[in-house]
């Protein structure tokens, strides 16, 4: 048991996991987190760049008015000027750094720490700043940054012009100062910034939890609102207006709930439907029965009369029965058609071949018109039923010395039957029921004339199988047409 109760904890976090909810959760996080985290590695980064960019324009700025005082006191020649020392002692100590200076002949005339005194130095940046530029590099591994600075003199040559002043390089000072102090006021500004990301982690973190619930909460909603249905609570219609998506949720819901009711409303009226259809043939034949066992001496022809009349109730009984296999067969989506190739043209002379003796007890002429050779791929058998419903159904409710006619015609996709008659139609409320069963426009006048009421039930699932349509239009005491079209090729589904 404790292994199931395990199972079913880790399968609830799953499907949490794949929530609504978590996902807004995971959404609102990272939309948070990440630019609070992006912002801060930017803001010190910047830092360290403005903060390095700053000390090296101070520094060069001092170690130019250095350079001056250097050729002021002719410090590259006597280096004994104690003025000088003391302000290179100065901005050595102050930025925690060394200064040498190299003389015009690349030999060091001063290092601040004493060490490289008379030896030579030559570098790229020392003979760059020879040429007159002012150097710097910043060594983010090693924390310094170095500069070179050049020891210019102004003097005067004469020219072909006349006496014009000239800058003359005479030495460079080679600078490198320390940026600890600067890194270390950085960590201290990252440590309070992670800090207070930290403390924006948290209000983010309830912040997203507030919002994902509350934003889920509509959804959740619908949930108790279909589950009250279900439940059978209630069967209302229901509405959760908050987002326009569960508006349309709802709309759609309401619509198959509408739907749901008008199929249990159809399946209660065909249970009593089928229950009476099923019960009369069974009355007749008991009344019949009886009344044949409380005569025993009646005569033959009183026997043979009610055996034909129960006969012919258990055939109509039959024919019910027979109509009702035919719908639920049809009904089963897994239903095969046997296709084939079928010259439809000849399919629709045969069977108004057999139905045209019917017709001829009413008077009733079936005229045929084929427009074109049609051949298709569908259900022979299928297809029969239909041309036979229609047309049977065309004499049934025809007038006498009426016609029926039946148009065969096809385009590049699709072919169409169309059965029109002279008949006693139908009301335009009554069309959109035709094909409910046991649905009856006249139930008197149809008990008189027979069938099931399952006929054209029957049509339009043969029909809808062949993924075709049916349509019809009747007009009272002048007739009724049935059109339908079925593709000539035959649509596979998968």
Avoid: C
Wanted: proline share 2%.
């Amino acid at each position: 048991m404790k292994w199931k109760l395990k199972l079913k904890k880790i399968f609830g976090r799953i499907a949490f996991l794949r929530s609504l909810r978590f996902r807004l959760f995971v959404i609102f996080l990272v939309v948070g987190i990440v630019p609070s985290v992006f912002m801060r590695y930017g803001i010190m980064e910047n830092y360290e760049e403005h903060a390095i960019a700053l000390r090296t324009t101070t520094v060069q700025t001092q170690l130019r008015i250095l350079a001056n005082h250097l050729i002021t006191y002719n410090y590259l020649q006597d280096n004994s000027s104690e003025v000088v020392g003391a302000e290179l002692d100065m901005l050595s100590n102050l930025y925690e750094g060394r200064v040498l200076i190299i003389g015009g002949n690349f030999k060091v005339v001063k290092d601040t720490y004493a060490i490289s005194e008379g030896k030579i130095i030559i570098s790229e940046e020392v003979i760059r700043s020879f040429g007159g530029e002012s150097l710097s590099n910043y060594d983010r591994e090693h924390g310094f940054i170095e500069m070179t600075t050049p020891i210019t003199e102004t003097v005067k040559v004469m020219t072909d012009a006349g006496e014009v002043e000239q800058s003359v390089v005479r030495g460079v000072m080679l600078t490198s100062i320390s940026s600890d102090s600067i890194m270390t006021t950085k960590e201290v500004l990252n440590r309070k910034a992670l800090i207070l990301e930290a403390l924006m982690i948290m209000a983010i973190i309830a912040i997203a939890i507030v919002l994902s619930n509350l934003l889920t909460r509509p959804f959740g909603r619908v949930t108790q609102a279909i589950s009250a249905i279900k439940a059978g609570y209630t069967d209302e219609s229901i509405s959760v207006p908050d987002y326009l998506e569960t508006e349309h949720i709802m709309t759609a819901f309401n619509q198959l709930l509408g739907r749901m009711k008008v199929l249990d409303k159809s399946r209660q009226e065909f249970v009593s439907n089928v229950s009476h259809e099923l019960k009369t043939p069974m009355a007749s034949i008991k009344v019949l029965s009886d009344s044949l066992i409380s005569q025993p001496d009646a005569p033959v022809e009183m026997y043979r009369e009610f055996m034909g009349d129960i006969a012919a109730e258990i055939d109509r009984e039959n024919r019910i029965i027979t109509d009702l296999l035919s719908l639920v067969k049809m009904d089963k989506t897994v239903a095969d058609l046997n296709i084939s190739t079928v010259n439809m043209n000849e399919l629709t002379e045969l069977i108004l071949k057999r139905l045209r003796p019917i017709a001829r007890k009413k008077d009733i002429e079936i005229v045929f018109e084929s427009i074109r050779p049609v051949t298709a791929e569908v259900d022979e058998v299928k297809m029969s039923l239909i041309i036979s419903n229609l047309v049977e159904n065309a004499i049934k409710y025809n007038k006498d010395h009426g016609s029926v006619k039946v148009t065969l015609d096809a385009d590049h996709q699709m072919f169409s039957l169309e059965v029109s008659d002279t008949g006693i139609g139908m009301p335009e409320e009554a069309l959109e029921h035709i094909y409910e069963r046991f649905y009856r426009v006249d139930k008197s006048h149809s008990r008189e004339i027979g069938g099931t009421g399952l006929g054209l039930a029957i049509t339009r699932s043969a029909v809808l199988m062949h993924r075709g349509q049916i349509t019809v239009k009747s007009l009272l005491d002048e007739g009724t047409t049935f059109l339908v079209k079925v593709p000539l090729i035959h649509i596979k589904t998968v």
